[in-house]
Structure formats: structure tokens, C-alpha cells
């Protein structure tokens, strides 16, 4: 791959935009660009007359440069499947052989910002939310090829934030075939990925070790299991004996996933356990003091700083209407995959409902992605899923 190099120089008083190991540098710490030829383009960062960092540059954002790598570094096809080779081996020694589906790839927090990549048994989908990642994207798919010789490589690359960097949507099978959907093992359980519609890239990987957790109380229990989507969670209750289930979700097309979900772990008769219906009304619905365990999972509220306001409002609210149906002795699994709803705010936002609702509730456990999800110690921006075990007392 013959590449020619953008050059971004700092300005003298922005040492900080690389010597803090951020990832990201804004275009205001930046003096000039020389070399430049296009958006997306690889590049090498100046400190004066030294290269201090390579990445690649967008232009149009305010996150000017993504960094690949300190000092100066040739980012080709030996370095893209040393990072990747490198990153899979963290994942699948931390996961242990109890799934065959994993994060191979959590962009920032794996050091390739701008790129996920899943991996669902036999197949990968990945998506790639910048310029610089759609550059890269032949010599990645090369190299997933040779690394993994999957079935079949998927690209789904349908973030919101295309638009910001001047990118279509883009959805292609770049190898081999990709059925709409496979079949996925994860703790003894099997799960339908709906490859072709399902919601992010078909999966909700990052709740698993939580699926655990809930299940290990779930013995018994009258639960609620809220933003259900292919049921997950709930399914996980049902192998650990639940008493009584409700999955809701508003979403009819995630139902049917639910259901398939439930048929290929050979579970009858649990129609009832099905609910379309939007939660707030569900749960406004139901008589107080009902349920011995609920889960709340919805979808992200906030993607704008705009926005951080009204999604207080509503996570407090379904927080509220929960804590009301929870019997004294009984538990709330709450979560929030809103990353500028940090963990602070989301306990301050429990404090809150807590209070509004009356009762009496102790934080037991905190919860977050599971350990494929990685995270940078310097980079705070994708810690998005959190996650608060709460008692009723
Ligand atoms: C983060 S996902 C839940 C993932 C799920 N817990 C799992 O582990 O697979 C959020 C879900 O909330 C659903 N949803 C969004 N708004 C809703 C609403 N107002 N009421 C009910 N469900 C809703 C979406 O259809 C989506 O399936």
C-alpha cells in the first residue's frame, strides 16, 4: 500500500494534544496541514521538526486526527494485523472458551479508532465510522481474512456520526457469504444474531457477563425484563429457573427475534412472556410492589450535549416508575449506554429517582461491558455502558 502522508503540525503551546496519549487531537491545537490530499488520509503529526504521532486527518471535524500510533510509524498491512492479532488474543484469553462471538476489535479502546469489529461464530461484521477507517478498509478486510478465514465478512457501517465526517451509509458483503442470520453460543446458551436487520451490528455482545450476573438471582423470581430486544437477559433467567417472566419491548421486529431466541433453546409455551408495549406505559400500568427483579435497558437517550438535559429526565422517570413495582427485598438492574451520562451522573440520577419513589435503596454491585469491550486509560469518551445493581429495601 503506497501512501503519501498528510502533515499536521501542532501549535508550540498544544504539547498536551499528544503528550496525554489521547487518541484524539482537535483541530484547534493545530497550526498548519501540509501534503494534504484528501479527508480520511493517513498522516504524520509534528511536534516542530519531530514526528511525534501518525494517524489519520478529517478536515470537516472537530476531532481533526484519530491516532494510530506514537512517533512515527508505517501503517500497512504487517501493522494492521499486528494490532488486530494482538487484540484478539487479549480477548479470547480473558473470555476463556464460554462464547465463539466477541468484540475483536472496540475501536479507541483497542487502539483503531473509528473501527468495531464482531465477531458472531463463523462470521465478522464490521463498521467503520470514519474517513481514515474507510481508507484502511481493504487492507483490514485483507487482513481479517487471513487472520480468522471466517464464512464470511459483513460491513455495516450505519453510524450517525458518517454525516459529520462527510460519509454515506454503507452496508456490503465484502467476503465469502453472510446468511441473514447465525446461530451464537454464549454460557451454555444459544442466540439468534439477526446479521442482515438486527440493531447495532446484531447483537448486544457488551451485556453478556451481565446476563450472568442477573441469572444468578433470577431462581424463583417474579422478573421484568425492560428493552428486551432479542431477549437475552431474559432468556438467561429462564435457564436459571425463573418463577414468572415479562420480556417488553416496543420494537415487534425484536419480539420475533426473542421468540426464535427462545425455540432454538427448546423453551414452549412462553408466548406469555411477550410484551410489544412502550415501558413507561407498561410499567405505569403495573400494580406497585409486584416484581422481585427488574432489568432496565434502553437505548441510548443521548447522543448530544444538547440533549444531556431530557435524557436525565427520562432515565429518571423509568427509574422512578421501577423502583415503585419492586417488592422490599427485590433488585433493580439498571443501565444507561448513553456515554455522556457518565457513572457519577447515572448514580446521582438513581439518587434522585430513589428519592421521588420512596424508598429505600442500596447500590450493591456496579456493572459495565463486558471485558471485549476494552477501554484506553486515555480515553474516557467511549466508556459508554454502565450499570447499577440495586437492593430495595
Ligand atoms: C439497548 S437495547 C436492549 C438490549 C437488550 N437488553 C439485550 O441485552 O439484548 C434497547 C431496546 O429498547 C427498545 N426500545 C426503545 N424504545 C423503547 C420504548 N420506549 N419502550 C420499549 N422498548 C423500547 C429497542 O427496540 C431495543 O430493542
Not at 498528510?6 to 484524539?24: D, F, G, M, Y
Not at 423509568?318 to 438492574?333: D, E, P, V, W, Y
Not at 451520562?341 to 446521582?348: A, G, I, N, S, Y
Request: charged share 25%; net charge negative.
Amino acid at each position: 500500500m503506497t501512501v503519501n502522508y498528510a502533515e499536521v503540525h501542532l501549535k508550540k503551546s498544544r504539547n498536551e494534544a499528544v503528550s496525554e496519549k489521547s487518541p484524539w487531537i482537535f483541530s484547534g491545537a493545530i497550526h498548519a496541514v501540509r501534503e494534504f490530499d484528501e479527508d480520511g488520509q493517513l498522516c504524520h503529526v509534528f511536534m516542530g521538526d519531530e514526528v511525534v504521532a501518525t494517524g489519520y486527518i478529517n478536515t470537516r471535524t472537530n476531532i481533526a486526527v484519530r491516532l494510530l500510533a506514537f512517533g512515527k510509524v508505517e501503517i500497512d498491512r504487517a501493522f494492521l494485523r499486528d494490532r488486530i492479532q494482538t487484540s484478539r488474543m487479549m480477548k479470547e484469553a480473558l473470555l476463556n472458551g464460554c462464547t465463539d462471538s466477541y468484540r475483536v476489535i472496540h475501536a479507541e479502546g483497542d487502539l483503531l479508532p473509528g473501527l468495531v469489529v464482531d465477531k458472531y461464530g463463523d462470521y465478522l461484521v464490521f463498521q467503520s465510522s470514519t474517513a481514515g477507517m474507510d481508507f484502511l478498509k481493504e487492507e483490514i478486510v485483507a487482513v481479517l481474512i487471513g487472520l480468522f478465514e471466517p464464512k464470511g465478512i459483513l460491513e455495516k457501517s450505519t453510524s450517525s456520526s458518517r454525516r459529520t465526517e462527510g460519509l454515506e451509509e454503507m452496508r456490503a458483503v465484502h467476503y465469502g457469504e453472510v446468511p441473514d442470520e447465525v446461530i451464537i453460543r454464549e454460557h451454555g446458551l444459544d442466540y439468534v444474531v439477526d446479521l442482515a436487520g438486527g440493531q447495532k451490528t446484531g447483537f448486544f455482545l457488551d451485556q453478556r457477563e451481565n446476563r450472568r450476573i442477573i441469572a444468578q438471582y433470577a431462581a424463583g423470581r417474579t422478573a421484568l425484563n425492560c428493552y428486551c430486544y432479542s431477549a437475552t437477559i431474559g432468556l438467561s433467567m429462564r435457564k436459571a429457573g425463573v418463577a414468572t417472566l415479562h420480556n417488553v419491548d416496543v420494537s415487534k421486529a425484536a419480539l420475533e427475534l426473542a421468540a426464535k431466541n427462545y425455540a432454538v433453546n427448546k423453551i414452549e409455551g412462553a408466548e406469555d412472556e411477550f410484551q410489544a408495549a412502550d415501558v413507561k406505559d407498561f410499567l405505569a400500568e403495573m400494580p406497585e410492589d409486584f416484581y422481585d427483579l427488574i432489568v432496565l435497558d434502553p437505548p441510548k437517550f443521548t447522543a448530544s450535549k444538547k440533549t444531556v438535559p431530557a435524557a436525565i429526565k427520562g432515565y429518571k422517570h423509568i427509574n422512578m416508575l421501577a423502583l415503585k413495582k419492586i417488592k422490599s427485598g427485590g433488585l433493580l438492574f439498571t443501565f444507561s449506554c448513553s456515554g455522556l451520562v457518565d457513572l457519577e451522573l447515572f448514580r446521582k440520577i438513581i439518587f434522585y429517582a430513589a428519592k421521588d419513589a420512596g424508598r429505600d435503596v442500596r447500590i450493591v454491585k456496579t456493572l459495565s461491558a463486558d471485558v471485549d469491550h476494552s477501554l484506553s486509560v486515555y480515553h474516557r469518551e467511549n466508556e459508554y455502558l454502565k450499570g447499577l445493581m440495586l437492593y430495595v429495601v
